[in-house]
């Protein structure tokens, strides 16, 4: 698996700039997909349908490699790509900004233009809450009852996420630990109970850690 930069799922962060009478809002998104992307520019721009433009961009997959841009009626370059390499700056995929503008009457040229979309989806993805997606490997440790509470005690010390818990004849416990951690853990867990316990490896999982 590879970690990745991305925006934290299940919600719309948003942001605005205004420079010489005109009003930039950036809105910032997790996406997946370039369906999902396409739907949440389409929904700003149902928003803001008002708006003299709402140009967007978007970067996918865990290496970045699906990108696109759309300036919406600005100069060719000015909007869409400079959204894009704001996204690519701040090392983020699975990303999708869209920035409305409201004109004001006054031309910012094609310089103006580029610093205020750079510069309102910088503001946007400020505002945001960045994750970095982070390989973990699940465990599943299977020990009696009286070992509980002793490695119960050393899981919350350690701050080791315990991801389930099944209460039967002996307890099965399913924790994440990033993959340099596992070796370590099962040597100290190993001490903790006197070898008494049953470890299976369940895979691995990429999980939001906030930045």
């Known amino acids: 698996m590879t970690n990745f930069k991305t925006i934290a799922d299940g919600e719309i962060f948003s942001a605005a700039y205004d420079v010489n009478k005109s009003k930039f809002l950036a809105h910032v998104v997790h996406v997946e997909t370039e369906e999902a992307a396409r739907e949440f520019v389409l929904m700003i721009r149902k928003r803001y349908f008002d708006a003299t433009h709402n140009c967007s961009a978007w970067v996918l997959g865990e290496r970045g490699d699906k990108q696109k841009s759309n300036d919406d009626g600005e100069p060719g370059g ?5 959204i894009l390499e704001t996204i690519k700056k701040n090392g983020l995929t699975n990303c999708a900004v869209v920035v409305t503008r409201y004109f004001g009457g006054i031309k910012l040229g094609a310089g103006g233009l580029i610093r205020a979309y750079s ?7 400020t505002a945001s809450k960045v994750v970095q997606m ?3 490997r699940k465990l599943s440790l299977t020990l009696e009852y009286n070992f509980l509470a002793t490695v119960e005690n050393y899981l919350r010390n350690k701050k080791i996420r315990v991801v389930g818990t099944d209460y039967a004849d002996v307890v099965t416990l399913e924790i994440l630990l990033p993959p340099a951690q ?3 853990f099962l040597i ?4 903790l109970t006197a070898a008494n316990f049953l ?3 369940l895979g691995e999982e990429l999980i939001p850690v906030e930045v």
């Open 199 to 201: 470890c299976e490896e």
């Open 188 to 191: 100290e867990l190993n001490d």
């Open 119 to 125: 510069h309102t989806a910088a503001l946007g993805i």
């Open 78 to 82: 000015t909007a869409g790509n400079p």
């Open 182 to 184: 596992v070796e370590p």
């Open 134 to 136: 982070t390989t973990f």
